[in-house]
C-alpha cells in the first residue's frame, strides 16, 4: 500500500479580466413587442396591487421564467433600482413544479422603482415598434451593440434596451405570489428578508410582537391563530413554512438481552465526539467514557425508554468495534459529550434550533457532532428544513466543525424523500447499507433541492439479514437504521481530523473519494449517495500500489485559484493513468434564497496543461474557459454540479484507455473559478480540499518518481504515516513539567 501524500505548493490567484460581455438572446429567438406588451400589462397590475396594499413601504414582484436560469440571463435591467444590482434585488427563489423545473424568483425593491420600471418597458416597446418593426433578432442586437443599426433613443441607453429585450425572453410572466395554504398546527414560518423591521409589519396587521417567538430577524414560531392573522393582512410575506412538531424516526426498542458484562479501559487522552440527542443511561458500562449534559426541560417527565436510543448511538462512537469485530474501522475509541436535548416521540423544531445554536456556540472545543435525529416527514421540494440550514452556516461560521447527520429511516412504503436535518448541505449525510453492500430497506433518498446529492455516503447500519449491535440499558441488543451509520462515519472524520491532523476539508474529500472509487457515478443514484465508505481507516489514508493519492488545501481569493505546475509521470511522452478528483468546500448558505440556497460556485478543471496554457480537463468542462462556450444552466448543474459544494470529478475502470499524450510541459494543472450569487465576500478566503487520484494503467508503482519530480520543482511532500501521526497525537496530549 502507498500513503497518501500532502503536497504542500502555492495556489495562484487571478481576477476575471473577461471584461464586459453584451447580452445577447438565443439565436433562433426573436423577441416581438408582443410579448414585451404581455408583461408591461402584468407589471401595471403589479403597481395597482400595491398601490392598494401599503402595509409594507416596499414591492415584492415574483418572475417566473422559462427554465432553470444562469445568473447572467437573470432580469437585469426589467426590474432595476438606483445603485444596486439586480440579483441584490433577489429575496427567494423555488422551481415550478412541472416536469421540467423552471425557476420563481421573488425580487424586493422600492415602489418608485418598480413605477421607473414601468416607464422603461414602455420606451423599450415604443423603440422596438416604431425602429424595429416590432420584431429583434440575436443579429440585429449584435448590430445595435457595435454601432452598425443607429441607435435613436433620447430616454434610454441601447444598453438598457437591450437587456429589457433580452430580460424578456427568458421570462415567462411577471406577478405577486400570495397563495399559501391554511393550516392547522403551530408553524416555524421563515419571512422574505425585505429590509425593514417585522415588529413594525407585525404592529400594523395587529400581532403582538411580544408574544411571538423569534429565532432570527426572519423566522418565527406562529401558531395557528398567528398565523391566520398573517396570511389574511400580508400572505406575500411568508416565504416558508415547517410545522414545529415533528416525529423522530427511531430504531424499535425491545427487551432483548444479550449480553452486560463487557470489560473497557478508563478514558485517557482519546478524541471527543459531540453528540446530539435522546436521554443517555448512565448506568451501561462505557458511561465514564461520556459526560453527559441533560437539556430536557426539568418539567417534562421522562422516562428509560427516553435513554435508549442516545445512548445506542453512543455504544458505537465509544465502542464500536468491541461491539462489532467484523467491521472495526482501526480508529480505536472516543470519548462523547453527550447532550440530551430529545424526549419522547415528537421535539419542537424551534426548541431544537435554539439548543443546537447554544450547544455549538459554547463548546468549541468539539470539532465532530454526531445527529441521529431525523424527522418522520419528507423534506421539502423548494427549501432547506430550519435545522439543516441552521446546521450549514454554523459550518460556515466556525470554519474547523462538521456535522454528522443520519439519513434517516422510512416508517411507510409511501415514504421515499429523506426527512430533516438530512437536507444539510454542508453536512456529511449518511445513508444505511446491508452488509450485502445493499440499500436497506429502510433507505430513504434524495436528492435536495432537486439537485444537491444527498446522502453523500452510506455505511452499514444493518438490515434483516444481519443487525448492528448496539448497547443500552438491557445489554447489547441487536438494531438496525441509519442512525447506527452515522457514528461510524463521524468516528473516522474525527480520527482524520483530530490524530491525524487533517483539515475538514480534505477529510471529508477523502472520506467520499474512497466511498465513489473507480466506479462511474450514477447522478440518479440517491439512495447511497456517491458509495459506501471502506471499513477500515487505513484504506482511507492508504492508498493501493498501482496508485498515487494526494491532497492539496487553499484559500479562494479570486475569480480563479490555480496550480498550473504538478508534475505527473511520462513515459514514452504519455502519461499511463486515469484520474479522478474531489473538491469539498463549505459555502455560506441563505434559507431565504430558496432553491438558490448556496452563494459560492467553485467550478473545478483538473488535468493536463496543453501547449496553450489551458488545462484539458479530465470531465471535459469547458465552463469559464472561453467566451465561445455556452453551457445551458440546467446541464452545467447535471454534468458539472454547478453550485454544488462536493464535485466528484473521473475517468472509470470500465472504460477501456490509453496513455494520455504528454504536452510539452508535461504537466497537469488544478483551476478553481468562482461565482459568486449574491455579495463577493462569501467567497473571498473561502477554503477547500482536493483530493487526487492517479492510477497506472499497467499496474506500476509510480509514487516515488511523482515525489521525485515534485520536489524538483519545489513542492514540500508529506507522506501521511498513520503510526507517525499518531505518536504526535499523543505526545501533544502530554503535560510537561518545567524546573523552576
Not at 166 to 179: F, G, P, T
Not at 294 to 313: A, Q, S
Not at 478 to 488: D, E, I, K, L, Q
Amino acid at each position: 500500500m502507498n500513503s497518501i501524500l500532502q503536497i504542500k505548493a502555492e495556489f495562484e490567484q487571478k481576477s476575471n479580466t473577461g471584461g464586459f460581455s453584451a447580452r445577447h438572446i438565443p439565436a433562433n429567438k426573436i423577441v416581438e413587442a408582443s410579448h414585451l406588451q404581455t408583461l408591461r400589462n402584468e407589471l401595471n397590475s403589479i403597481v395597482q396591487y400595491w398601490q392598494e396594499n401599503t402595509i409594507i413601504n416596499k414591492v415584492l414582484v415574483t418572475a417566473y421564467y422559462i427554465d432553470v436560469i444562469a445568473k447572467s440571463n437573470r432580469i437585469q435591467s426589467l426590474l432595476s433600482e438606483k445603485g444596486k444590482k439586480t440579483n441584490d434585488l433577489i429575496v427567494g427563489a423555488k422551481f415550478s413544479k412541472d416536469k421540467d423545473p423552471k425557476h420563481i424568483i421573488t425580487y424586493c425593491m422600492e415602489n418608485k422603482s418598480l413605477i421607473e420600471s414601468l416607464k422603461m418597458i414602455d420606451e423599450a416597446i415604443s423603440i422596438l415598434i416604431d425602429d424595429f418593426d416590432g420584431k429583434l433578432t440575436n443579429e440585429q442586437i449584435s448590430a445595435i451593440m457595435h454601432n452598425e443599426i443607429p441607435f435613436k433613443s433620447d430616454v434610454m441607453s441601447k444598453n438598457c434596451f437591450i437587456n429589457i429585450v433580452a430580460d424578456s425572453v427568458y421570462l415567462e410572466k411577471l406577478d405577486v405570489d400570495k397563495d399559501r395554504p391554511e393550516l392547522t398546527e403551530s408553524q416555524v414560518i421563515t419571512l422574505y428578508d425585505i429590509g425593514i423591521p417585522y415588529r413594525e409589519i407585525f404592529r400594523k396587521i395587529d400581532l403582538d410582537y411580544l408574544n411571538i417567538n423569534k429565532f432570527d430577524d426572519n423566522t418565527f414560531l406562529l401558531n395557528p391563530t398567528q398565523y391566520s392573522i398573517l396570511k389574511n393582512s400580508a400572505p406575500y410575506l411568508i416565504a416558508m413554512a415547517t410545522p414545529d412538531f415533528s416525529k423522530y424516526v427511531f430504531a424499535d426498542i425491545s427487551d432483548d438481552e444479550i449480553d452486560k458484562d463487557i470489560p473497557i479501559p478508563e478514558p485517557t487522552n482519546e478524541p471527543v465526539i459531540g453528540v446530539i440527542d435522546t436521554l443517555f443511561d448512565k448506568s451501561v458500562y462505557f458511561s465514564k467514557w461520556v459526560d453527559y449534559v441533560k437539556l430536557v426541560d426539568p418539567n417534562i417527565t421522562t422516562t428509560w425508554e427516553d435513554e435508549h436510543h442516545g445512548t445506542m448511538v453512543d455504544s458505537i462512537i465509544v465502542d464500536g468495534p468491541t461491539l462489532n469485530k467484523d467491521i472495526d474501522d482501526g480508529c480505536g475509541r472516543f470519548r462523547v459529550r453527550h447532550f440530551g436535548v430529545a424526549a419522547g416521540k415528537k421535539y419542537s423544531v424551534f426548541t431544537l434550533l435554539r439548543q443546537i445554536r447554544d450547544i455549538v456556540q459554547t463548546n468549541r472545543d468539539i470539532h465532530v457532532w454526531n445527529l441521529s435525529l431525523g424527522a418522520e416527514s419528507e423534506i421539502e421540494d423548494n427549501f432547506i428544513s430550519p435545522v439543516a440550514a441552521l446546521l450549514d452556516n454554523l459550518q460556515y461560521d466556525y470554519p474547523d466543525i462538521i456535522f454528522i447527520v443520519a439519513g434517516t429511516n422510512k416508517t411507510s412504503k409511501n415514504q421515499v424523500k429523506i426527512g430533516s436535518p438530512a437536507d444539510s448541505i454542508n453536512s456529511i449525510v449518511v445513508n444505511s447499507v446491508s452488509f450485502d453492500n445493499l440499500p436497506a430497506s429502510y433507505t430513504r433518498k434524495g436528492p435536495v433541492l432537486s439537485f444537491f446529492t444527498k446522502p453523500d455516503v452510506s455505511y452499514y447500519g444493518g438490515d434483516d439479514s444481519k443487525e448492528m449491535n448496539v448497547y443500552f440499558s438491557n445489554g447489547k441488543v441487536v438494531r438496525t437504521g441509519t442512525s447506527f451509520a452515522a457514528p461510524w462515519i463521524a468516528r473516522k472524520m474525527a480520527y482524520m481530523m483530530q490524530v491525524i491532523g487533517l483539515s475538514r476539508e480534505v477529510a471529508k474529500a477523502l472520506l467520499i473519494d474512497c466511498a465513489a472509487g473507480w466506479n462511474k457515478q450514477n447522478s440518479s443514484n440517491y439512495e447511497i449517495g456517491f458509495g459506501i465508505v471502506p471499513v477500515k481507516i487505513t484504506d482511507i489514508l492508504q492508498s493501493k500500489d498501482d496508485e498515487i493519492r494526494f491532497f492539496l488545501s487553499g484559500t479562494s481569493e479570486k475569480w480563479d485559484t490555480y496550480l498550473y505546475n504538478i508534475p505527473v509521470p511520462a513515459i514514452n511522452d504519455n502519461h499511463p493513468f486515469i484520474a479522478k478528483a474531489t473538491l469539498c468546500y463549505f459555502p455560506k448558505c441563505f434559507r431565504n434564497q430558496g432553491v438558490d440556497y448556496t452563494t459560492t460556485e467553485l467550478d473545478l478543471h483538473f488535468g493536463r496543461i496543453k501547449d496553450d496554457g489551458s488545462i484539458a480537463s479530465i470531465n471535459e468542462n469547458l465552463q469559464n474557459e472561453t467566451d465561445n462556450v455556452f453551457t445551458k444552466e440546467s446541464n452545467a448543474r447535471d454534468l458539472f454540479r454547478k453550485w454544488d459544494n462536493v464535485k466528484h470529478i473521473g475517468e472509470f475502470e470500465e472504460t477501456k484507455h490509453r496513455p494520455k499524450k504528454a504536452y510539452k510541459t508535461k504537466s497537469w494543472g488544478i483551476s478553481l473559478k468562482t461565482t459568486e450569487r449574491l455579495s463577493e465576500k462569501y467567497g473571498k478566503d473561502l477554503k477547500f480540499g482536493i483530493v487526487l487520484t492517479l492510477k497506472e494503467l499497467y499496474g506500476k508503482n509510480r509514487i516515488q518518481e511523482f515525489i521525485q519530480l515534485c520536489q524538483l520543482r519545489g513542492m514540500i511532500v508529506n507522506k501521511i504515516d498513520i503510526e507517525n501521526q499518531i505518536d504526535i497525537y499523543n505526545k501533544a496530549d502530554v503535560e510537561i513539567d518545567f524546573e523552576e
